[in-house]
């Protein structure tokens, strides 16, 4: 090989080595996680390790009178969001998106995980239509709640208190 071919290879290696940048590995503050809810909820926000933990106060009444279907549906509604896809775009390390949904005193209601990688562009789309969907139509048609918590339990990670829903 010549001299010059080897001048070529070795600068057209170190300018493709060159634009490897590392990976965004970063990961939002609790202030910046309820940043991103500002407008759609009220929550209160930790991060435990590279998952961010979103707390959500559901009224009394809404459980009272929705009952078991109101109590499953409540973290659905707001993982299924543009603020939680939001924190996935801007945070390259963000693991993943907890929302724990409270009742009035604090008890825990239900809690779902949404994995980085629990959704694809695709589903994402779908995730963001069934959950609009579900926040536009819900209390006149509970049929839409129904289909937001049975692709939740699909997508994640879940976990419901027997307090407020009882197992089959």
Partial sequence: ??????????LTLGAALGACEPPDLSVPTP????????????????????VAEVTVKQSGQQIRRGGTLWAKVGPYIYLFSEPTQGLFTDFGGLGGVRVITTAPGGTEVARALLPRDGLNELTWRRALN?????????????????????????HTEFEYSPRYVRRR
Avoid: Y
């Fill in 130 to 154: 069934v959950a609009g969907i579900a926040r536009r139509d819900g209390t006149d048609r509970p049929s839409t709640l129904e289909s937001l918590v049975a692709w939740g339990e699909d």
């Fill in 1 to 10: 090989m010549s001299a010059r071919i080897r001048v070529a290879a070795a």
């Fill in 31 to 50: 202030g910046q996680v309820e940043s991103a809810f500002a407008g759609f909820a009220t929550v209160t926000a930790s991060m435990s390790g590279n």
